[in-house]
């Protein structure tokens, strides 16, 4: 796939938005679902903007900064996997497998950027010292600004040089075998995502109707707006049933314990 001028340019402004995102986490552009189909619209396949984005999502809820630790950065992983499987040709599996070394790739840039906008804090400082808000103003525009690049540049040389012959014909050398692989490690990258979510729930007693949905999706041929209906009926079934929901006012409900719920909440 060709990228036009227009393309890159849009291109380039959605990395920047994505850059300046994964440091205000305000807007949430860096994340992967919104990253994601942003490149796809601006690309003209929103639609696996959306897949991309849908399953690295799944994959970055673990990603966190904690303390001085830096988590791997879901932004550039987002771009760029999504340019490469887009305008590079590559296969969705293949793309989200190559999403983890751009994150850790990524990781390794937020490393240097932070460490150099150390510099301008100090700036700041200082400017701050002598009154100067118009050079602290600047000092925050231009630490966003290395950010903002810190994705933008990557990303834009990837749009600029994925279309080109030479590219193609690299990505087209690389084994069946090898793509095959990330394909492979794709999908179980993606389950151990899932995973990590059913994990946070902690929810045992809706594990059955996790399993139930599991069986229906791969036994039938529905799709996912029958499979969203399947699961609102049988969420209103549930709470239609459950006495937790269901109580008379001034009914004593007792716990498995024999206690009294209603003397445990008091």
């Known amino acids: 796939m060709e990228i036009t001028t227009l393309q890159i340019v849009l291109v380039f402004i959605v990395a920047c938005l994505a850059g300046f995102s994964s ?3 305000e807007f949430q552009f860096h994340q992967p679902l919104v990253a994601c189909t942003l490149i796809g619209l601006v690309l003209g396949d929103m639609k696996t903007g959306i897949i991309i984005g849908g399953t690295l999502q799944m994959i970055a809820l673990g990603w966190m900064n904690i303390g001085a ?3 791997p950065d879901a ?4 771009v760029i996997s999504t ?3 887009i305008a590079g040709g590559q296969s969705i599996g293949a793309g989200i497998a190559l999403a983890i070394p751009l994150a850790a790739a990524g990781q390794v840039l937020t490393i240097i950027v932070r460490t150099i906008t150390v510099g301008f804090q100090h700036a700041a400082d200082k400017a701050a010292d002598n009154g100067n808000l118009s050079a602290i103003s600047w000092l925050h525009c231009g630490a966003l600004i290395l950010q ?3 994705i933008a540049i990557p990303a834009t040389i990837v749009a600029v040089t994925v279309g080109t012959e030479s ?3 690299m990505l087209d050398a690389i084994p069946e075998v090898v793509t095959n692989g990330l394909t ?3 999908g179980m990258i993606v389950v151990v995502g899932y995973g990590m979510v059913i994990n946070m ?3 045992g007693y809706l594990m059955p109707f996790f399993y139930l949905g599991f069986v229906v999706a791969a036994f039938t041929n529905f799709n996912l707006v029958a499979l969203g209906v399947l699961g609102v009926v049988m969420a209103i079934v549930y709470i239609q049933l459950h006495p937790k929901y269901n109580r008379i006012p001034g009914q004593v409900v007792q716990s498995q314990g024999g206690e009294d719920l209603d003397n445990e909440l008091d």
Do not use: E, Q, T, Y
């Not at 932004?75 to 987002?78: F, V």
């Open 23 to 25: 440091i205000l986490d």
């Open 69 to 71: 630790a830096v988590a």
């Open 75 to 78: 932004a550039l992983a987002s």
């Open 83 to 85: 340019i490469l499987v």
């Open 148 to 150: 903002a690049m810190r």
């Open 167 to 169: 590219v193609h014909a």
């Open 184 to 186: 492979i490690a794709g």
């Open 201 to 203: 729930m902690r929810a």
